[in-house]
């Protein structure tokens, strides 16, 4: 049987997925790194051939993406975030309309037509607002394992007002509410919150639509999901492996790919967008300083919803 892989290597971990020649997931794998790694990258790789048992001669084609999507040895093709996302998300969830991926230093608003191909997209790269490192931030001002600071602002009550969402100045900021005498949770509610905000500044850009997912390392805090469901006063689901999206995306990309075209030769590594593929026009916003001020009424979100990945390969 044929194989595939997609590798995402992002600021902060590396994802790498394997699939086979139907789309069907075959090995997976997360991997935390400091920063942009080709040991981390590489730790991922191995990890997700030996899970699908195929050495790494037996992958067909390889897409890479993420930060360091050039640093892939080996990698066929090159596809921008938006693009392995909105893939690999439209697989996991069909029907899908809007993505919102929060990375570990970005974050992302795409919307997706009928499809599943990028129809419009919003992005926030210029800071850490929103972001993973904004929640480190949070995690380590109020001294919480950053595993456990989802639970922990579920349990706040009390809304604190958030004025900086830079994430210097947040930390000044959650230090004086400590020394105010403001609870751990009611500060860490407070924050997850005006995030929501700021992410519901970035969605208007694109507009609303639903089915809502979302993707990237903080959709794995309860939290995060909750109050963006607030924000934006409609259901988000969560798929099974939120993290792995943009990789499982790329692995597609490259069965697709490799269908489309034939197996493509080594270092042909320049399709750095859809359109080679899929050709398409988003416009496409970037996001460097919005207010993340959002108005209306919220109310209660429903429960988290996880949808495992499609066995049945992609639609």
């Given at each position: ?78 596809f921008t975030e938006i693009t392995c996302h909105a893939r ?123 089915p809502v997912v979302m993707t990237g390392g903080v959709a ?96």
């Amino acid at each position: 049987m044929t194989h595939y892989l997609g590798v995402d290597l992002g600021s902060t971990t590396a994802k790498a997925v394997v699939v086979d020649e139907h789309g069907s997931l075959a090995g997976q794998s997360v991997v935390q790194m400091g920063a942009v790694s080709r040991q981390g990258m590489q730790k991922a790789v191995d990890a997700a051939l030996t899970e699908a048992g195929i050495p790494e001669n037996g992958v067909a084609a390889t897409v890479s993406t993420g930060y360091g999507r050039k640093l892939v040895p080996g990698a066929h093709r090159t596809f921008t975030e938006i693009t392995c996302h909105a893939r690999g998300a439209a697989a996991m969830r069909p029907g899908v309309k809007l993505i919102i991926d929060i990375g570990g230093q970005d974050s992302k608003a795409i919307k997706v037509d009928a499809d599943g191909l990028v129809d419009d997209f919003a992005m926030n790269d210029r800071c850490a607002s929103g972001t993973g490192r904004f929640y480190e931030v949070l995690a380590r001002a109020i001294e919480c394992d950053i595993g456990e600071l989802g639970e922990l602002a579920l349990t706040g009550s009390e809304s604190l007002e958030v004025s900086s969402m830079c994430a210097t100045f947040a930390e000044t900021e959650i230090i004086s509410m400590l020394a105010e005498g403001h609870s751990t949770a009611d500060i860490a509610a407070s924050v997850h919150r005006a995030v929501a905000g700021r992410t519901l500044a970035l969605v208007a850009q694109v507009g609303r639509h639903a089915p809502v997912v979302m993707t990237g390392g903080v959709a794995r805090n309860p939290a995060a999901v909750r109050f963006l469901e607030q924000a934006l006063r409609l259901d988000v689901e969560v798929p099974e492996h939120p993290q792995i999206t943009g990789a499982y995306g790329a692995a597609l990309l490259a069965m697709e790919s490799s269908a489309e075209r034939g197996a493509p030769a080594d270092g042909d590594a320049d399709a750095d967008t859809s359109e080679r593929l899929f050709p398409r026009t988003p416009s496409g916003h970037s996001c460097a300083g919005c207010e993340g001020h959002a108005g209306g009424a919220v109310h209660l979100g429903a429960s988290i919803k996880l949808h495992p990945l499609s066995e049945a390969g992609p639609r």
